[in-house]
């Protein structure tokens, strides 16, 4: 990639000259669509990021959020997607560290991880090697540093086959009094860096995540893949914790895309300052490195830290303390972004420009076709077990078997329930942590799709009796210069937005990642959504208990566009019709009031593969069910917004759950077996049945 004509044209007038090469690929990078949103900012603004709980919204490292009056979180999520198809393993480690050095910017202490991972075919051989390195790198990195890995999402589509997404989300927690943001406060104070040297991996990163991949992507691109130490980001979270301890940190930037001329303009940027670099004081690891490769070496495991000039010496000193290397680098400064070497500027631009100059694309946009219905004919017994064996709705156990999802001691309700759950004792309350999109919805309408993903996701945390509070995206796409994809990209941005506005949930931060596109086509518009709640109450389990009977609640849509039954059966139909904004808002409410009430002994999401697998999961080895329904459409469509749930008080939910609709679906029993009835149609299932069918990634992947 190289910067374009027009581009160059902008930069010359600004500078009144020609740029010298290290600024050419400066500018390069952080105008990238990767860095600057140049196709995707003209939409956001759709998004509502404002509420009473919000500290910090979108534009600094991660968002910050007040569960109380003393005790923040942050929430953040960053996508690595060209690198883990290069490199499966260090692609997905190094977004794991990436997020979390977000986290450590802003003051806090990384608590919780998120993956929400997407690949191609499950049958395909390629998918699986990626999927497989993906998830060792995550686990590896995050089990090595400390921080459980507990919730999120994995799928599959054809049209991931060439270029799969692995996004992932960071929560952290800290006290009001340590709040640190990426804003340089007084030019005078000194730039030190710490953590990891310097060296050659991961250059031009930004741009590499801003263009298609190739087809010989996997050996051209590796350089631009970088490297991660997990061992040391733990030691640089903890010397992190010890230099917010003495209040020695003005402002921080992690070292992320574009590196250190990225880090270090953005920060001096948004405090409408200049700086003074010498890049000669960069401790490096390898020899004879030139300019632009000490400013943009996208090497992990670094920092660059504001501090006074009387903290510097204890800065460094604690750097020394926890075996790390660190540097003063140069100071911020009135006027322009200056960087010398060999004595010698190389940089002298605009900050201001540098950072945010980079013009907006006007990209033309067609909005997808609507389906027609076109249902197949169901054979109710091949139905139910293609879409419960299916990939996408099977038992995701393979993956986060891998995670420590309990190290640090906070989890309270561990992956496989529709959200995890984290204590917070420091605020009296319990976060709920839920991630993910689905693919197959945004395919068949990107709109309708995004905003079920969005009402999926707040339904996931009312099912454990849980608030909505805040939520990150991660907005992945095509090649934006083609109006079809362009359209599907703005339709999931309209579609989140609506959605969390009329659920009253503050989009707070995120992430763009375009030109996902690569010679098998562009992957689908894809919303990831990594969404926190606050409970304060109880919090069921999705197993049946044996103890009540099983009713439905929330609004039928009566359509199969976007279910799994129709991948595997044919046919089309519209997406399934959701409820009006208020009426969302009212379902959600409605269902964490339902989970919170004592008569509650179980709740489960109804969403991937419709009622069919909501209820195969929930059944135990102890406990069965005895359900009738009355089409296949009720079985199989994939609404959101619903739950099923177990009660000991029919009353008691029937009056809780107001206007919200409540269908009776049958009885538990203690046989262990899933008993089904739809349209004079029968079948039935034992626990042990329905666990081989759930098994297939550990079957195919062990």
């Not at 599959?156 to 709040?179: I, K, Q, T």
């Not at 946009?365 to 609507?370: G, K």
């Not at 995120?510 to 109880?538: C, E, F, Q, R, W």
Request: glycine share 10%; hydrophobic share 40%.
């Amino acid at each position: 990639m190289t910067l374009s004509d027009a581009d160059r044209d902008l930069v010359v007038a600004e500078l009144g000259r020609d740029p010298t090469p290290a600024e050419e690929i400066l500018f390069e990078n952080l105008w990238s669509e990767h860095c600057a949103y140049r196709s995707s900012r003209p939409l956001l603004s759709a998004f509502d990021s404002e509420g009473d709980q919000v500290v910090i919204g979108p534009g600094d490292d991660a968002a910050v959020v007040a569960l109380d009056d003393d005790t923040y979180i942050t929430l953040g999520i960053e996508s690595h997607n060209h690198p883990s198809y290069v490199d499966p393993y260090d692609g997905a480690a190094t977004g794991v560290g990436g997020i979390v050095r977000d986290t450590l910017s802003m003051g806090a202490y990384p608590i919780a991880l998120a993956d929400c991972l997407y690949f191609g075919d499950f049958d395909r051989e390629h998918s699986r090697y990626l999927l497989d390195g993906v998830v060792e790198g995550i686990a590896d990195y995050g089990n090595a540093i400390g921080v459980p890995t507990v919730t999120g999402s994995t799928s599959f589509h054809e049209n991931y086959e060439g270029n799969p997404l692995v996004n992932v989300a960071c929560v952290g927690l800290l006290s009001a009094d340590r709040l640190v943001t990426a804003e340089a406060q007084e030019a005078g104070n000194k730039l030190v860096l710490v953590g990891s040297s310097t060296g050659r991996d991961g250059l031009g990163g930004a741009s590499f995540a801003s263009e298609d991949l190739a087809e010989d992507a996997e050996t051209e691109d590796r350089p631009a893949v970088q490297v991660g130490d997990p061992y040391t980001e733990k030691l640089l979270i903890e010397c992190n914790e010890a230099l917010i301890d003495e209040d020695l940190v003005e402002s921080a930037r992690d070292l992320g895309a574009a590196g250190l001329g990225g880090a270090s303009s953005e920060l001096v940027a948004k405090g409408g300052f200049g700086a003074e670099i010498d890049l000669e004081n960069v401790h490096q690891r390898e020899p004879n490195m030139n300019a632009f490769e000490i400013l943009l070496s996208e090497s992990q495991e670094r920092m660059c830290y504001e501090v006074t000039p009387e903290n510097v010496e204890r800065v460094r000193e604690l750097a020394a303390r926890f075996d790390l290397g660190s540097a003063v680098i140069g100071e911020v400064a009135e006027g322009n972004y200056v960087c010398t070497f060999d004595g010698e500027p190389v940089v002298d631009v605009p900050p201001e420009f540098l950072a945010e100059g980079a013009p907006m694309n006007d990209l033309d946009a067609v909005e997808p076709e609507v389906a027609e219905r076109d249902l197949p004919a169901f054979d109710l017994e091949d139905a139910f077990e293609a879409v419960v064996a299916d990939p996408n709705t099977a038992s995701k156990r393979w993956v986060y078997r891998q995670y420590d999802h309990e190290v640090g001691l906070r989890t309270a309700r561990r992956p496989g329930d529709d959200a995890a759950l984290l204590d917070v004792p420091e605020a009296d309350a319990k976060l709920a942590f839920t991630g993910g999109a689905d693919p197959n919805w945004t395919t068949a309408a990107p709109y309708d799709g995004a905003r079920a993903v969005a009402f999926e996701n707040a339904t996931n945390l009312a099912a454990k009796g849980a608030s909505p509070l805040a939520t990150v995206d991660c907005l992945n796409g095509g090649n934006p210069e083609k109006p079809d994809v362009y359209g599907g990209f703005k339709g999931i941005v309209d579609g989140l937005a609506d959605m969390c506005r009329a659920l009253s949930v503050p989009v707070v931060g995120g992430n763009v990642s375009l030109y996902n596109d690569s010679v098998s086509g562009p992957i689908p518009p894809t919303p990831t959504l990594a969404m926190v709640g606050k409970a304060d109450g109880s919090s069921p389990g999705l197993s049946l208990s044996g103890e009540g009977d099983l009713f439905l609640v929330g609004f039928d849509g009566g359509a199969l566009g976007g279910s799994t039954v129709l991948e595997h059966l044919g046919g089309s139909d519209a997406f399934p019709a959701l409820p009006e904004d208020a009426d969302a808002a009212t379902a959600v409410e409605t269902i964490r009031a339902v989970a919170a009430d004592e008569s509650t002994v179980a709740v489960h999401d109804v969403s991937h593969g419709g009622l069919a697998v909501a209820l195969a999961e929930m059944v135990t080895d102890d406990v069965g069910a005895d359900v009738s329904v009355s089409d296949a459409v009720s079985l199989f469509e994939e609404t959101p917004g619903r739950v099923v749930v177990e009660t000991t008080d029919e009353a008691a939910l029937r009056d809780l759950a107001g206007d919200v609709p409540v269908v009776g679906l049958g009885t538990t029993t203690d046989d262990a077996t899933l008993s089904l009835a739809v349209d004079g149609d029968e079948v039935a299932y034992g626990a042990d049945d329905i666990a081989d069918l759930r098994d297939v990634l550990a079957r195919e992947l062990d």
